[in-house]
T-cell receptor, first 113, second 116 residues
């Protein structure tokens, strides 16, 4: 599997602040970049996803920024809430989502009230 | 739509026994199913890819004789952990590509396997 590198490993943010998680990839064949949220004991849930022909996508408080030339993408969570405390994974796949996802290592986000 | 139902959600078994995990696509036909394993506080690692009617493709380092995958129908894929040992204790998750030209994946809710 091709690697997707994710940072930071953990993140503490105050309520109302902005949470930023970064990912970098190497395989230029990747064409689908989702972010997942996972709570303990649950499967991952899709937050937002982007394709490489778009540089930014926003859905509610969640924004993906995508830099194709740098092979990097990031998740911004605006107005972070305690309920956002979870583990976040970036991922990538190819063949328009028909191949398996390659996941980043995960970021444990804690939003303090 | 595009729901994958995974059972059981939790299972405890004795060392040396076998455990079967099922993933059913409820409202679509899953020609492909991906099986992931996740250790505590770690990421999801692809174990194998199953395609309906053919042999599964296993990732490097995954023992195919230990993790038996069957995808005999378009709505059911199963993972059997044979002769389970405590080191097989993990969270197992299945996932299928979405259908109808949509990008993305549908995930099962996961199975927590504990081998004692």
């Amino acid at each position: 599997q091709q690697q997707v590198k994710q940072s930071p490993q953990s993140l503490i943010v105050q309520k109302g602040g902005i949470s930023i998680i970064n990912c970098a990839y190497e395989n230029t064949a990747f064409d689908y970049f989702p972010w997942y949220q996972q709570f303990p004991g649950k499967g991952p849930a899709l937050l937002i996803a982007i394709r490489p022909d778009v540089s930014e996508k926003k859905e509610g408080r969640f924004t993906i920024s995508f830099n194709k030339s740098a092979k990097q993408f990031s998740l911004h969570i605006m107005d972070s809430q305690p309920g956002d405390s979870a583990t976040y994974f970036c991922a990538a796949s190819m063949d328009t989502g028909r191949r398996a996802l390659t996941f980043g290592s995960g970021t444990r986000l804690q939003v303090q009230p | 739509g595009a729901v994958v139902s995974q059972h059981p959600s939790r299972v405890i078994c004795k060392s040396g026994t076998s455990v079967k995990i099922e993933c059913r696509s409820l409202d679509f036909q899953a020609t492909t199913m991906f099986w992931y394993r996740q250790f505590p506080k770690k990421s999801l690692m692809l174990m194998a890819t199953s395609n309906e009617g053919s042999k599964a493709t296993y990732e490097q380092g995954v023992e195919k004789d230990k993790f038996l995958i069957n995808h005999a129908s378009l709505t059911l894929s199963t993972l059997t952990v044979t002769s389970a040992h405590p080191e097989d204790s993990s969270f197992y998750i299945c996932s299928a590509p979405r259908q109808g030209g949509y990008y993305g994946y549908t995930f099962g809710s996961g199975t927590r396997l504990t081998v004692v």
